[in-house]
C-alpha cells in the first residue's frame, strides 16, 4: 500500500472505523462458527452422549482412534475422495462445455441458460426424493427405461440404490445434475469477461477454433476455473443430504460419506463425542485439499 | 461447417440436451398435476411427462394439509432478514478488509478464510447447546441470527471491492468524507451487482435448510417450509403427487427471485468469481 | 417495494405471535406434545383435547404437533433445552432411554388401578421399566401377513387360522416358490422395503425371537453377545436372507405392490388394512408371521404417552390421560387410525377387533403373547441403529455372520461406554 507511511490521528481514526465495521460480522462468526467449532473439538476428545446422566469424562485421542478402527469411516473417507474426484472433474467440464455452447448472442439463448440453471434453485432435499423415484427398480424406473430405450433394448433394469458398483455413481450423476447449472453461470460470467480484442488479435494470427480456446480462453478462465473447484471440492466433503434420503450410505458403506457417519453417530445414536471427533476430521481433510490446491494454483501462477 | 446449416443444427442439439436436463423437473411438474396414484406407474415412458387428467387436487391438498402460508411466510421472514442483514454486516467487513488498513487485518482475514470450510453440521450440536442454554428455542431469531455473518459473502464482497477502482473513494476522501460515508454514497451504489449475487447465494443456500429448524424449532409458528414437507414425506403410502406440489410450490418463490436478479447476478459472478 | 412488503410481513408475523398473549386464563395450560400422524388422526386429537377443555375448568390442554421425521432428535433437543412439554407422547420404545436421562415420572401412583388393570397386556409390558410403569398407550399396533387368497388356494397349500398353527420357516419358502410359479416376475412378497428407519426393528427382529435368538440378552440388558449373532439369530436372518436371494421379495418403491396385485403377501402393519381391504374385498386373508421354531412371534408397541419432569401438575397430567383412556375416546382414536384399541373393554366393542372382527389376529396376538416388546434398555437407539444396519446388509447380499457380528460390537461398545446404563436414582 502506497500511501502508507505513518500512522496519523486521522488514520487511527480511521483504523477504529474499520474495526466498527467489520466487528458486527467477525463477532457472529466467533460466537457461531469459531466458538462452536472449538467446542466440537474439545467435546471430541470426551464421553458425551446426548442428554446421558453419566459424568462427562475425559478419553483423549479414545474417540479418534475408534474412528480409524472402523471400517466404515475409513469407507467413507475413500467415499468423499472418490466423489470428490470425479464429480469435481466431470461436473466442471461439462459446466465449461455448456457455458462455452451458450456463450453466443444469439435470439433464445437466455431461455436456455435458464434452462440448464433451474436444477440449481432446487433444495437438496427435494432433488434426492425427486431423484429416488427416477432410479426406481424395474422396468417402470424411469432411469431403467431411458437406458432401455437409448440402448434399444439392451439394458437390463438395475436396481441403482442398491447396487454396490451403481449407488455411488447414481448420487454422483445426481449432484452433477444439481450442481454443474451453478458452475455454468460463473464460468459464463467469466467467458464474458474475457476482452474481445484477445480474439480479434487471436483471429488476426490465424488461429483456429480449438486454438483459440487453448491459447487464449482457458488461460483466460484460470482464475474462475481455481474458484470453481475449491468451492465445489469443499461442497463435495460436505456430501449428506443425497446420501441420508438416497442410500442411507448403503448398500455395504458402497454410499457413506463423513459427514453421513457424523451426523448417523451424533443424532441416530446420540453418540455426540463422536460424531464431533468426526468432523474434525473432516476439516483437517478440507483444509489440507484447500491449501493444496492454493499451493498448485500459486506455482502454475508463478510459472506461467 | 457452413454457419447456416450450422445454427438450426446448434438449436437441435441445445433443445436436446437442455430436454434432458430438465426431465426430473418435467416429471415432477406433471407429478404434481396428476393423481398419486398414476405418478408412478407412468414412470416407466412417455406419459411421465403427461400431466393426465389435469387437475390441482395435489396442490390443494397440500393446503389442506398444512398450513402453507404460514410456513412459507416464516421462511421468507427467515430468509429476508438473513440476507438482508446479512448484505450489510458482511459487505461492511468485506469493505473493512478490501480497502482499510487497520492493525490485526491480515490475521483475521486468514482465519475468515479457514472459517469458510466448516460446514454447519459440524458444529450443529455444540451451536445447539450454546442457544438452548441462551433459551433462544424455537423462536425467529435462532433461526436468523447465526447465519447472518458469513464467511463466504465476505470474500465475495472482498474480491470484488479490491477489484473496483480507487479513483472514486480518493475523490470522496479529499472532499473529507470518512470511511463509512465513503462506503455507502460510493461503493454500495457501484457495487450493486456483488449485492445481487451474495443475495441469491444466501437465498439458495438458506431456503432448503432442514437440520439446523428441525432441532431448534418445535411449533408450527416459526418452522420454515422444509419442514412442513416432513408431514408429506414420512407417512407411507406416501401422496407423490403432494410431495411434487409442495415441491413445485416451494421452488416457485426462488425461481422468481432468481429471474428478478439474474442480470446482475451474472454481472456480479464476473467481477468476483474470476478473481479466485 | 421491498420495504412494504417487508414492513408488511413483520405487522403480520407479530400480529401472529401475539395472539396466544390473549387467551392467558387464569389456568396454567397442560402443555402436550404429539406426532402430527395422519390428518384423521390428528382430527380426532384435536376433538377430544377440545371436549377435555370444555368438559371441566380447572385444566386448559395446549397441543403442539410435531411431525414424526426425526420424533426423537426433535424430543432429545427440547430436553437439552429444558423445554420439554408437560405431557409428551414418544414412541414406545424410546420410553427407557427417556426413564435414563431423567424426563419421564413414573404414572403407577397417577393412573386409577382399574385403568391399569383395563390396558392391554402388551402396552403394560412396552410400558414398565424398573418395576414403575412410565408410558401408556391409547393403542397398539398389530403386525402380520396380508395375503391374496385366491393366489394361495392356487397352490393347494395349508393357510394358517391363528398365530398358534402359523407357517413353518420351510413351508413359507414353498408357499413363495408355489406363488412365484403364478407369477410373471416371480415377486410375491412385499416386506415394505419402501419404509425407513424404525420400520426394519419393529417388524423384522420378532423373527430372530421366533427362532429363539434376540437382539440382546434379556436377563440383564449388558450384552448382545452370543444372542444377536448367536446360531438361533443367524438361522433366522439366513432364512430372511433367503427370501431375497430367491428373489421372491419385491422392491415396491411405490408402495402399491399389494394392492395392484404384482404381490400376493404382504408383511404390514394394522395401519395398511383400510386400504387393502377396499381392494381386495373379500380376497383379502391375514396371516401370523412365519413360525422359525419357537412359535410365532410379532412386532407390537406404538406411540405412547407420558408425563415429564417439567409437568407441575401430575394430577392434571393424569386426568387428561385417563380421559383419553376412557373406552369412548379410545374407539374414536382407534376408528381413525386403524389401530388396536388399548383396553380390553374398547377391543369387544371395536367391529374390527372383536371377537368376530376381521383383525381379530392382531388383538389377539397382543393379548395372548405372540408380540415382543422391543428392548426395554435405554441403550435402544443404539440397538434399533444396529440392528437396520443389519437388515440393509442382508438385503444386500452382505454375509449375515459378519453383520451380526458387527451390530453386537456396536451395542455392546456403546453399554460398555455407558457403564452399563446405571440408573441414577438419586436424581429423584
Redesign the interface.
Known amino acids: 500500500m502506497t500511501m502508507l507511511t505513518k500512522s496519523t490521528p486521522n488514520q487511527k481514526r480511521r483504523g477504529l472505523t474499520a474495526v466498527f465495521m467489520s466487528a458486527p460480522a467477525l463477532l457472529g462468526l466467533l460466537l457461531f462458527v469459531a466458538v462452536p467449532f472449538l467446542l466440537a473439538v474439545a467435546l471430541g476428545f470426551t464421553n458425551l452422549r446426548l442428554g446421558s446422566p453419566l459424568p462427562l469424562e475425559w478419553l483423549g485421542f479414545e474417540q479418534y482412534r475408534r474412528i480409524f478402527a472402523d471400517p466404515s469411516f475409513s469407507r467413507a473417507l475413500l467415499n468423499n475422495l472418490l466423489f470428490a474426484f470425479t464429480v469435481v472433474p466431470l461436473q466442471t467440464v461439462l459446466a465449461l462445455l455448456l457455458a462455452l455452447l451458450l456463450n453466443r448472442s444469439l435470439g433464445g439463448i437466455a431461455f436456455f441458460r435458464t434452462l440448464f440453471f433451474m436444477p440449481v434453485v432446487f433444495p437438496l432435499s427435494l432433488v434426492a426424493v425427486v431423484w429416488v423415484l427416477i432410479f426406481a427398480p424395474g422396468p417402470n424406473g424411469m432411469m431403467n427405461s431411458f437406458l432401455e430405450l437409448v440402448s434399444f433394448g439392451a439394458w437390463t433394469p438395475r436396481d441403482f440404490l442398491h447396487d454396490p458398483q451403481l449407488a455411488l455413481p447414481a448420487i454422483m450423476l445426481t449432484s452433477i445434475w444439481q450442481g454443474t447449472g451453478f458452475q455454468m453461470v460463473i464460468i459464463l460470467a467469466g467467458l464474458q469477461a474475457i476482452p474481445a480484442e484477445l480474439y480479434e488479435a487471436a483471429a488476426i494470427d490465424g488461429a483456429r477454433r480449438w486454438r483459440q480456446f487453448w491459447h487464449v480462453t482457458l488461460p483466460q478462465l484460470r482464475n474462475t476455473l481455481i474458484f470453481v473447484v475449491l468451492v465445489t471440492t469443499i461442497l463435495a466433503f460436505r456430501l449428506f443430504d443425497q446420501v441420508q434420503i438416497m442410500t442411507q450410505g448403503g448398500p455395504h458403506d458402497a454410499t457413506t460419506t463423513v459427514m453421513f457417519e457424523a451426523v448417523q453417530a451424533a443424532f441416530a445414536r446420540q453418540q455426540v463425542a463422536r460424531g464431533a471427533a468426526m468432523t474434525v476430521v473432516l476439516f483437517l481433510v478440507v483444509l489440507l485439499i484447500s491449501w493444496l490446491q492454493r499451493r498448485v494454483a500459486r506455482q502454475e501462477r508463478e510459472v506461467l | 461447417m457452413s454457419r447456416s446449416a450450422g445454427v438450426p443444427l446448434f438449436y437441435l442439439s441445445l433443445l436436446l440436451l437442455g430436454l434432458l436436463f430438465i426431465s426430473p423437473i418435467g416429471f415432477m411438474l406433471a407429478g404434481s398435476l396428476k393423481p398419486d396414484a398414476r405418478v408412478l406407474v407412468e414412470a416407466g415412458d412417455w406419459r411421465v411427462f403427461w400431466p393426465a387428467g389435469l387437475s390441482l387436487d395435489n396442490y390443494l391438498d397440500v393446503f389442506a394439509r398444512v398450513d402453507f402460508v404460514r410456513y412459507l411466510l416464516n421462511s421468507l421472514f427467515i430468509n429476508g432478514m438473513i440476507v438482508g442483514v446479512g448484505l450489510l454486516v458482511n459487505s461492511l467487513a468485506g469493505y473493512a478488509f478490501a480497502r482499510l488498513q487497520w492493525r490485526g487485518r491480515e490475521l483475521l482475514f486468514g482465519l475468515v478464510l479457514a472459517v469458510m470450510i466448516i460446514p454447519l453440521e459440524a458444529i450443529a450440536v455444540p451451536l445447539f447447546y450454546m442457544v438452548s442454554l441462551a433459551g433462544w428455542r424455537d423462536t425467529y431469531l435462532v433461526q436468523i441470527l447465526p447465519f447472518i455473518a458469513n464467511a463466504f459473502s465476505i470474500y465475495l464482497f472482498y474480491t470484488y471491492f479490491i477489484g473496483m477502482p480507487r479513483e472514486l473513494e480518493e475523490a470522496a476522501r479529499i472532499d473529507g468524507a470518512g470511511p463509512l460515508r465513503t462506503f455507502f454514497t460510493i461503493i454500495v451504489p457501484n457495487a450493486k451487482p456483488v449485492f445481487a449475487s451474495v443475495a441469491i447465494l444466501t437465498f439458495l443456500t438458506q431456503w432448503g435448510a432442514f437440520l439446523w429448524p428441525l432441532m431448534v424449532t418445535s411449533s408450527e409458528a416459526v418452522r420454515p417450509l422444509p419442514l412442513a414437507i416432513a408431514t408429506f414425506h414420512s407417512l407411507p403410502p406416501l401422496q407423490w403427487g403432494d410431495i411434487f406440489a409442495f415441491g413445485v410450490m416451494m421452488v416457485a418463490p426462488i425461481l422468481v427471485v432468481f429471474l428478478l436478479f439474474q442480470r446482475w447476478f451474472v454481472r456480479g459472478v464476473v467481477a468476483t468469481g474470476i478473481k479466485g | 417495494m421491498w420495504r412494504y412488503l ?1 414492513s408488511g ?2 405487522a ?2 407479530a400480529a ?2 401475539e395472539q396466544p398473549a390473549e387467551q392467558k386464563a387464569t389456568v396454567s395450560p397442560l402443555k402436550v ?1 404429539a406426532h ?4 384423521a388422526e390428528r382430527h380426532v386429537l384435536e376433538q377430544q383435547v377440545a371436549r377435555f377443555n370444555a368438559a371441566q375448568p380447572d385444566i386448559m390442554v395446549e397441543l ?7 420424533y426423537n ?2 424430543v ?8 420439554l412439554p408437560d405431557v409428551l407422547e414418544f414412541d414406545g420404545p424410546f420410553l427407557y ?1 427417556y426413564v ?4 419421564l415420572v413414573p404414572m403407577g401412583e397417577l393412573l386409577s388401578a382399574q385403568t391399569q388393570d383395563e390396558l392391554l397386556p402388551s402396552i403394560t409390558k412396552q410400558g414398565r421399566y424398573l418395576g414403575n410403569l412410565y408410558g401408556v398407550g391409547t393403542f397398539d399396533s398389530g403386525l402380520g401377513l396380508y395375503a391374496r387368497r385366491s393366489a394361495l388356494e392356487v397352490t393347494g397349500l395349508r393357510i394358517p387360522t391363528g398365530p398358534e398353527d402359523a407357517w413353518s420357516g420351510s413351508e413359507f419358502v414353498a408357499v413363495l416358490e408355489a406363488i412365484a410359479q403364478h407369477d410373471p ?1 416371480g415377486m410375491v412378497l412385499d416386506l ?1 422395503l ?3 428407519g424404525e420400520w426394519f426393528t419393529y417388524a423384522f427382529s420378532p423373527l430372530l425371537q421366533s427362532a429363539g435368538g434376540d437382539l440382546i440378552d434379556r436377563s440383564d440388558y449388558q450384552s448382545a453377545a452370543d444372542v444377536l449373532n448367536g446360531p438361533q439369530s443367524m438361522a433366522a436372518m439366513q432364512a430372511l436372507q433367503h427370501w431375497f436371494t430367491g428373489g421372491y421379495v419385491d ?1 415396491n ?4 405392490a399389494f394392492v ?1 396385485g404384482r404381490v400376493a403377501l404382504s408383511w404390514a402393519g394394522h395401519w395398511e388394512y383400510p ?1 387393502y381391504a377396499e381392494v381386495l374385498v373379500d380376497d383379502l386373508a391375514l396371516l401370523p408371521l412365519p413360525d422359525l421354531g419357537q412359535g410365532s412371534r410379532t412386532g407390537q408397541g406404538s406411540w405412547v404417552w407420558g408425563v415429564t419432569d417439567r409437568c407441575q401438575d401430575q394430577q392434571a397430567a393424569a386426568r387428561f390421560l385417563e380421559f383419553l383412556l376412557q373406552p369412548e375416546e379410545v374407539l374414536a382414536m382407534a376408528a381413525a387410525n386403524g389401530a388396536v384399541p388399548a383396553t380390553s373393554r374398547a377391543i369387544e366393542r371395536s367391529p374390527l377387533y372383536g371377537a368376530k372382527g376381521p383383525l381379530r389376529l392382531f388383538s389377539q396376538q397382543l393379548q395372548s403373547g405372540f408380540s415382543v416388546p422391543r428392548p426395554q434398555t435405554p441403550a435402544y ?2 440397538i434399533t ?1 444396529a440392528f437396520q444396519q443389519v437388515f ?2 442382508i ?2 447380499a ?1 454375509d449375515v455372520q459378519a453383520a451380526l457380528d458387527k451390530a453386537v460390537a456396536v451395542i455392546d461398545q ?1 453399554i460398555r ?3 452399563g446404563y446405571p440408573q ?1 436414582t438419586e ?1 429423584w
Not at chain 3, 100 to 103: C, E, L, P
Not at chain 3, 253 to 256: A, I, P, T
Request: include cysteine; charge should be negative; glycine fraction near 6%.
Open positions: 417487508l410481513l413483520i403480520f408475523l401472529c405471535s406434545w402430527a400422524g395422519q390428518a403442539t404437533f410435531i411431525p414424526e421425521r426425526s432428535a426433535q432429545q433437543a427440547a430436553a437439552v433445552a429444558g423445554e432411554n435414563w436421562q431423567g424426563h416376475d415394505k419402501n419404509y425407513t422392491p418403491v411405490d408402495d402399491v395392484s386400504r437407539p443404539v441403529s440393509a446388509d438385503r444386500n452382505g456403546d461406554d455407558n457403564k441414577h436424581r
